[in-house]
């Protein structure tokens, strides 16, 4: 992991506050203040206190994406509760049908081609008579799982609209870790996000660029993703939904549909302007929820939320329950809570919401994030009960809003108009005829623009003057060394290291990994690649 510097560095503050710092602390100044993640400026309380309700839309003009002349391609989506959401496609001539997760999250169109005791069925390329193979081999590490493959093209049509049918690239997958699920029921991987992170390179194109360019399918497609959120007894019962390519369906939300803007092309990369615990913000810094990206992820299964912001949310989270012992095992993810069948108590806990960049500077949209969304349902093998593990998890790649958030909406990945939109899902949870999940739209005095958290252009030129003055700090501390003596500097030493040890570990995924009744279910946590 990098650590990154702060972008608001005023050379001649920092240079002051080093001095001032060593006349007053001695050599407590240490290399800490410029390597800080971001900058600590307290609360934008505009976001917290201004939010206001506008009623004129925030809703664009359909008509580009709702034209009834272009054809919509329908795909049936299937899953098994936190395992992923998977497709079919035929793959080869004659068509090899297989299942494939589709992952909003990644580029590359990989399947397995080779027998693995977690896949029923793999891709044969020798079976197909339009296969062309590459000598090119291809790596891709996800947050968690691996594998490796061979580059080859072949012809891939989706089963219910066969003059989809388009050549594509795939990755034949000869071998991997951590990567398949047993009991996922899918054998290959659908990345959908940008050629930017296509890997090895991004000349590799993915395969919706070739849907588009093969075809007259417009540049755009949506997911309706489904889990029903308590499932007692009958543990067959699958995740289902729809993806629909070339654009949106009405039938399947209801409202107005709310656009944020892709800030970046290559992951789905959004702007989050606020979160927070039954209506309240968490009150950090906004550029804190985009360290140092915020992407909309189908292929990973929770909410992942950069450090900082999850130990906030997690600490008000634990504040807000009422009446339940919640165990702080089982915020960290670390343990399941059972409840009998029925009496799973989700109105003790509170509603979650996430503000996404508006059309305008100062408007944003909120999702709201119920409790029977965040906490999940996973198999834990009681009979007669229903468990649930939370569907938070911290991150080090920045905000990931996976299928516990995208459960709730209707999401379309607008690629011709380069946002984002996101409308109640027809399969949202219900309470009696009232939809649990609510998108609003919010007037607020911030500018959302001060809450990306740009890494380009600057980035390594103020990497270069922060090494610049941790050396001219390092510089006018020596004679205080010396001073201090040989043996306070070992100490001090040891200190700092073990800091950095509790700051940068990542509590959430060994202990549950252990444990066999948990261990596929903390293997989807991510199918989002690392970069
Ligand atoms: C497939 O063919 C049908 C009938 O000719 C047409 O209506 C539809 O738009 C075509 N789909 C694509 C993706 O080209
Ligand atoms: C996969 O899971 C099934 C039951 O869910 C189990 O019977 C089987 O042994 C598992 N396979 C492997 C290879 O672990
Ligand atoms: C679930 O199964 C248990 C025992 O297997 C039974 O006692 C209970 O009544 C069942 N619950 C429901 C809601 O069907």
Redesign the pocket.
């Known amino acids: 992991m990098t650590r990154i510097f702060i972008f608001e560095v005023n050379c001649l503050k920092l240079i002051i506050v080093f001095t001032s710092l060593i006349f007053l602390n001695g050599i407590e100044c240490y290399l800490s203040v410029p390597l800080k993640t971001v900058n600590e400026r307290e609360k934008s309380e505009e976001v917290v206190t201004q939010v206001q309700e506008i009623d004129r839309a925030v809703i664009p003009n359909d008509q580009d994406v709702l034209d009834a002349s272009k ?1 919509l ?1 329908k795909a049936n989506v299937g899953g098994k509760p936190g395992l992923g959401f998977y497709i079919e496609l035929g793959i080869g001539t004659p068509p090899q049908e297989l299942s494939i997760l589709v992952d909003t999250g990644s580029s590359n169109f990989a399947v397995a081609a080779a027998a693995h005791p977690f896949v029923t069925s793999y891709y044969e390329p020798h079976n197909s008579s339009t296969y062309e193979t590459t000598a090119v081999d291809v790596f891709v590490p996800y947050t968690q799982g691996e594998w490796h493959g061979r580059l080859g093209t072949d012809m891939v049509t989706i089963p219910s ?1 066969p ?2 049918t388009v050549r594509a690239n795939i990755v034949g997958i000869y071998s991997s870790e951590k990567f398949f699920i047993n009991g996922s029921e899918w054998q290959g991987i659908l990345g959908m996000a940008y050629n930017s992170i296509a890997r090895p390179d991004s000349s590799v194109t993915p395969y919706f660029d070739s849907l588009v360019g093969g ?3 417009s540049d755009i497609f949506s997911m309706q993703l489904c889990t029903p959120f308590s499932i007692g007894n009958n543990s067959s019962i699958d995740s289902s939904g729809s993806m629909t390519i ?1 654009g949106i369906d009405p039938d399947l939300y209801d409202g107005k549909m709310f656009f944020t803007r892709i800030k970046r092309k290559w992951y789905y990369d959004v702007t989050v302007t606020d979160m927070g615990v039954n209506g309240h913000s968490l009150s950090l810094d906004c550029k804190e929820y985009n360290f140092d990206k915020s992407i909309v992820d189908s292929g990973t299964t929770d909410l992942r939320l950069p450090q900082k912001v999850y130990k906030k949310l997690m600490s008000t989270l634990a504040n807000q329950i009422e009446d339940v012992y919640v165990p702080d095992t089982f915020w960290k993810g670390t343990e399941l809570m059972c409840w009998d069948i029925g009496t799973v108590p989700f109105n003790r806990f509170p509603t979650v919401y996430l503000d996404l960049e508006g059309p305008e500077d100062d408007t944003s949209f909120r999702l709201t994030i119920p409790p029977e969304q965040y906490i999940r349902w996973v198999n834990g093998n009681e009979p007669g009960k229903d468990c649930y593990k939370t569907g938070f998890a911290s991150s080090t790649t920045g905000t990931v809003i996976g299928a516990v958030v995208m459960e709730g909406y209707y999401v379309v990945f607008d690629r011709q108009n380069n946002r984002v939109g996101f409308a109640v899902s027809k399969c949202a949870v219900v309470n009696g005829n009232e939809s649990l999940v609510k998108i609003s739209g919010l007037r607020v005095k911030a500018n959302s623009k001060e809450c990306i958290y740009d890494t380009s252009d600057s980035d390594s030129v103020l990497v270069v003057i922060s090494y610049v003055l941790a050396g001219l700090c390092v510089l006018s501390v020596l004679p205080v060394f010396i001073l201090y003596g040989y043996h306070n500097l070992k100490n001090m030493f040891k200190k700092r290291m073990s800091d950095d040890h509790s700051t940068d570990g990542e509590p959430l995924h060994q202990p549950l990994d252990q444990t066999t009744e948990n261990r596929d279910d903390a293997i989807t946590d991510s199918q989002s690649q690392q970069w």
């Open positions: 054809p391609i609209s003059n989809s075809t007259t399918v070339g």
